[in-house]
C-alpha cells in the first residue's frame, strides 16, 4: 500500500483520545516570557493585584511557568466533546492542484457555531469563573469571533456576558452581533460613551471605527467596577495560550497515529493564541532537544507586530488601563488602516510568542490581504471549506512554502492552522471579489508615531 492510501483525508481521534491536560510550553522556555507589570509601580503584577480583574485559578495559570500539564477539569473536557476532536485533514486536493511534492495537512477549527479555535478558551475561562461564583464577564471582541464563543460558552454555564465590539465590525457584521445576542450576551459598540474611558478616547479621537486596544479598555473598566464581574481576553495570555494547546496536542496525537512528522509548522498570528497552541507541543519537544521544527508566524503586512515591531514593555490595550506586557508591538496607540479587512489587527502579540520569537525559536512573515484572499479563494475551490480571513494567512503561506517544494522538489511535511470558517467576513470576500481590496502597508513614519507611545519603564531601553 502506498502511503497515499494509507493516510486518510480526515484523521479523527476518537472520543476518549481528547488529551487530559492541557500543555504550558512555558515550562520548557530556557528564557521565560517576562512577567506582567504593574503600570503605577514598575514592578510585577501580583496574584492578588490580578485577581481584580481576572479569575483566581486562571491568575494561577497566568503565573505558573514551571507546570507542564495542568489537568483540564472534566466539565470542560465534556463540552470540548460537543465539537471536539477537531479532525486533522490531508489537502491532498490542494497539493495535486498545486503540483507539488509536499504533504501539507491542516487542524480545523471551524467546527462549531462561534466558527473559530477561540471556544476552546471560552469554556475554561467562563468554567473558572462559574466555579468562583462569579455573577458575569466582560470582553471585547473584533472582528467577533472570540465574543461568539465567551457568549456560548456563558450562556451554556449560565453567566451573564458583556461584549464590547469594535465599532467597524459591529456595523459591518450585524449578523456576529445577533448571534452574540442570540446566545443571550449584551452586545455594545467601542467606542462607547457607556465608559470613563470610551468617552475619552471619542474626545481624542472623534468619530473613530474603535479597535481592540479601545475595546478592551472599556471592558476592563466595566469588570472593575461592577461587583460580581471579571474581565477575560480572548487571546494574547498566557492562560489563553494553555487552553488552545488542545490544538496542538490533538494535531499531534493524530500525527504521530500515523507517524507523521510535520518540518514546518504555519500559523497566523493576531494576539498568538491559535498559533501559540497549535506549536507548544511541538515547540516543547524543540526546546528540549528532542526534535526540530520550523515555526512560521504569519501576520498582516498592515499591523505587522513581529516583522516590524519592537519587543518591549507596552499596553495591552488603547486606553494605557490595562497592565504592561513585554511583547512585540507597534504601540497601543496603532490603529491598522481602515481599509484593513483581514483581521489580525491587534498592536501587541503573546509575550510567550514574543520571547520564542525574540530567542530564534520561531521565524515570521508579513503578507499582504490582496494575496491572502488569492489564497483564501484558491482554497475555498479547492478544499472546500470557506476559510476566515485570518485563517487564510497561513493558507498564502503553506501554498507559498508548498510551491518552494514544487520548485526544489523536496517531499516536505507542511502543518498549518486553520482556524476558523469566514461566513461572516463576506464583507471583505465582497471587496475582495470586486475587485476593491487594497494593500496598504504602513510606512515607517506611521510606525515611528506608534512608538513614541511606548511607556517609559525602568531598565528598559
Ligand atoms: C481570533 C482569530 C484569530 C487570531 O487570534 P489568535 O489569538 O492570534 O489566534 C485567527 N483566526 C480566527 C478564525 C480567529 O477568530
Redesign the pocket.
Same mark, same amino acid.
Given at each position: 500500500m502506498s502511503e497515499e492510501t494509507k493516510i486518510p483525508y480526515k484523521i479523527y481521534l476518537d472520543e476518549s483520545e481528547i488529551p487530559d491536560s492541557w500543555y504550558n510550553v512555558r515550562a520548557d522556555m530556557p528564557v521565560k516570557p517576562a512577567p506582567l507589570l504593574n503600570p503605577a509601580t514598575g514592578a510585577p503584577l501580583t496574584a492578588e493585584e490580578m485577581s481584580g480583574i481576572f479569575c483566581e485559578e486562571l491568575v494561577a495559570q497566568e503565573l505558573d511557568n514551571d507546570t507542564a500539564y495542568i489537568p483540564i477539569p472534566q466539565e470542560i473536557r465534556d463540552f470540548y466533546k460537543m465539537y471536539r476532536p477537531a479532525p486533522l485533514v490531508r489537502a491532498y486536493c490542494l497539493e495535486k492542484a498545486l503540483g507539488t511534492p509536499a504533504k501539507i495537512y491542516y487542524k480545523f477549527? %471551524?467546527n462549531n457555531t462561534s %466558527?473559530?479555535?477561540?471556544l476552546n478558551s471560552a469554556i475554561a475561562q467562563a468554567y473558572y469563573a462559574k466555579k468562583q461564583g462569579l455573577k458575569g464577564v466582560t470582553t471585547e471582541t473584533? @472582528?467577533g469571533?472570540?465574543g461568539t464563543a465567551l457568549s456560548m460558552a456563558c450562556a451554556y454555564l449560565g453567566l451573564e456576558c458583556k461584549v464590547f465590539m469594535v465599532k467597524v465590525s459591529y456595523e459591518q457584521k450585524p449578523f456576529r452581533r445577533e448571534v452574540m445576542r442570540t446566545y443571550g450576551a449584551d452586545v455594545t459598540p467601542s467606542p462607547s460613551t457607556t465608559t470613563a474611558v470610551g468617552r475619552k478616547i471619542l474626545e481624542e479621537h472623534p468619530g473613530t471605527t474603535g479597535s481592540l486596544g479601545c475595546a478592551i479598555s472599556e471592558a476592563v473598566e466595566v469588570a472593575t467596577s461592577t461587583p460580581g464581574y471579571r474581565y477575560v481576553l %480572548?487571546?494574547?495570555l498566557n492562560q489563553?495560550l494553555l487552553h488552545?494547546s488542545i490544538i496542538g496536542l490533538e494535531a499531534k496525537a493524530a500525527l504521530d497515529k500515523y507517524g507523521v512528522k510535520p518540518d514546518i509548522i504555519i500559523?497566523? @498570528?493576531? #494576539?498568538?493564541?491559535? =498559533?501559540?497552541?497549535l506549536i507548544s507541543p511541538f515547540m516543547g519537544e524543540k526546546l528540549r532537544g528532542e526534535k526540530d521544527y520550523r515555526f512560521i508566524a504569519v501576520e498582516p503586512a498592515s499591523c505587522p507586530s513581529f516583522t516590524r515591531g519592537k519587543f518591549a514593555y507596552d499596553f495591552c490595550d488603547t486606553g494605557k488601563i490595562c497592565p504592561l506586557a513585554k511583547m512585540y508591538t507597534l504601540g497601543s496607540g496603532f490603529i491598522p488602516s481602515p481599509n484593513h479587512a483581514g %483581521? =489580525?489587527r491587534?498592536h501587541g502579540m503573546?509575550s510567550t510568542l514574543s520571547q520564542l520569537y525574540h530567542d530564534g525559536y520561531m521565524e515570521a512573515k508579513a503578507v499582504e490581504q490582496t494575496a491572502v484572499f488569492e489564497a483564501a479563494e484558491q482554497f475555498a475551490r479547492i478544499e472546500g471549506i470557506l476559510p @476566515?480571513p485570518?485563517?487564510s494567512h497561513a493558507i498564502r503561506v503553506a501554498i507559498d512554502e508548498a510551491l518552494k517544494c514544487k520548485e526544489t522538489g523536496e517531499e516536505k511535511t507542511i502543518l498549518f492552522g486553520l482556524? #476558523?470558517?469566514g461566513y461572516f467576513d463576506m464583507v471583505a470576500y465582497q471587496k475582495f471579489n470586486d475587485g476593491e481590496m487594497s494593500d496598504y502597508i504602513p510606512t515607517d513614519e506611521d510606525l515611528a508615531a506608534g512608538f513614541k507611545g511606548l511607556p517609559v519603564v525602568p531598565g528598559q531601553e
Open positions: 477549527e %471551524g %466558527g473559530s479555535h477561540k473584533g @472582528a469571533q472570540w %480572548g487571546s494574547v489563553v488552545q500559523g497566523c @498570528a493576531g #494576539g498568538g493564541s491559535n =498559533l501559540g497552541g %483581521g =489580525l491587534f503573546s @476566515a485570518e485563517s482556524t #476558523g470558517t
